[in-house]
């Protein structure tokens, strides 16, 4: 166990479990602040003692996994999302925006304890792909409004608004979005940063900003018009109109629409399907997939060559021909 004291709190990490609970006697976290700096101190704690150990006995693993395991075990102290690990295996992260009266709306402080699960999933090995979900009513409803409404744009250019959001983009393993309810402008826009989404058959998705008086500031001009091709995320951006779950599958913005109360479940299944390969060949498979959309016809061919001829030199691919030939499950060891 160790104790930490911060900002008139004190706190305790079992090093066995990994729980980081307050220590007896003390409330919970005063603010969100307080709880992410808590979070990354102990996480610095837990590196040195890492260090020290690896020195001492370089052939030990164990304290690596520590830290893994306590970067994405923090669940309890979040404020605008829930976490939890799932599956069979217990290898698909489960994240839920979790802001029910302002329909999810997507404030700073959610965005930026969304980036922290996801860096800290995306380090975690024993993670295979990661859901992003909200409640049935909204998946999100978009940027938080009136925590924009006072935004100048000077204030914008010098704070880079909106630069927060883009973790969801960058995350190396496969997020999907499972959408109930609204997908709203930036809410749309976090589910198109996802790799694949599933929807409930309620599910709405829009560009609504040009009500407001704004237009879209992440993705939903150049994501959706790359998915829905020009005219139909024309006709979205400059009406504001939404479409439901079916029409969003036949304009092929998600791959799957499913009853709501099914949604999780069929989402987790995809991720746990997604965890029985090697997660070292699904990164590549993602990457030259999203590479698709950043380059000529011609480039990405050339890229998804390398990768295919990257993959003969990984066990993973040795393991998964002779595994085939064997007739046998695959034993793949993310090398
Ligand atoms: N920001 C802040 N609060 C929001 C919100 C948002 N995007 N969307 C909903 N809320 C709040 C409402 O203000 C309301 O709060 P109060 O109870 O305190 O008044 C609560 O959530 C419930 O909302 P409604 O009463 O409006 O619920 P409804 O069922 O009648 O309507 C809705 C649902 C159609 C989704 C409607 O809430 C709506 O149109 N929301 C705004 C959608 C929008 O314009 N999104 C784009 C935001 S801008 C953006 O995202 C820019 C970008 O590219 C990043």
New binding site residues.
């Given amino acids: 166990m160790i104790r930490i004291s911060f900002d008139n709190s004190c706190f305790e990490i079992s090093l066995v479990n990994h729980h980081l609970l307050p220590a007896p006697g003390f409330q919970r976290f005063a603010d969100t602040k307080v709880k992410l700096k808590l979070v990354q101190s102990m996480a610095n704690i837990a590196r040195l003692l890492t260090k020290r150990a690896q020195d001492q006995f370089p052939n030990v693993v164990y304290p690596l996994q520590v830290i893994t395991r306590l970067n994405s075990s923090s669940n309890k102290s979040w404020e605008f999302i829930k976490t939890e690990v799932t599956g069979e295996k217990k290898n698909v992260a489960v994240i839920t925006l979790n802001r029910p ?3 999810n ?2 404030c700073n402080g959610l965005m930026k304890e969304l980036s922290t699960a996801l860096k800290a999933y995306g380090k975690d090995a024993n993670i295979s792909a990661i859901v992003l979900t909200g409640s049935e ?2 998946f999100a ?8 409404a006072p935004n100048t744009y000077s204030q914008c250019i010098q704070g880079n608004f ?1 630069n927060d ?1 883009t973790e969801v983009a960058r995350t190396q393993k496969p997020i999907i979005a499972a959408v109930n309810g ?1 997908a ?4 749309c ?1 976090l589910a198109m940063m996802c790799d694949i989404i599933y929807a409930g058959d309620k599910a709405k998705f829009g ?3 040009i ?2 008086g ?5 993705g ?1 001009t150049q994501r959706l018009t790359r998915v829905v091709g020009r005219s139909k995320a024309m006709e979205m951006c400059l009406t504001g109109n939404m479409i439901n779950a079916q029409e969003a599958e036949k304009v092929g913005l998600v791959s799957k629409v499913i009853p709501p109360d099914q949604l999780l479940v069929e989402a987790v299944k995809l991720g746990e399907k997604i965890g029985t390969h090697s997660n070292l060949i699904v990164q590549l498979c993602k990457e030259a997939v999203n590479t698709a959309f950043e380059t000529t016809l011609e480039e990405g061919l050339k890229y998804e060559r390398r990768f295919n001829h990257a993959t003969f030199s990984t066990i993973d691919c040795k393991e998964g021909v002779k595994a085939f030939i064997e007739k046998r499950p695959a034993k793949f060891i993310n090398e």
């Avoid at 709203?184 to 809410?187: P, Q, R, T, V």
């Avoid at 704004?214 to 992440?218: Q, S």
């Fill in positions: 009266k302002a329909l709306a997507l009513k909204a409803a978009g940027a938080d409004i009136k925590e924009m909106l959001w609204y709203l402008g930036g809410g826009e560009q609504p900003e009500a407001l704004t237009i879209p500031g992440v939903g």
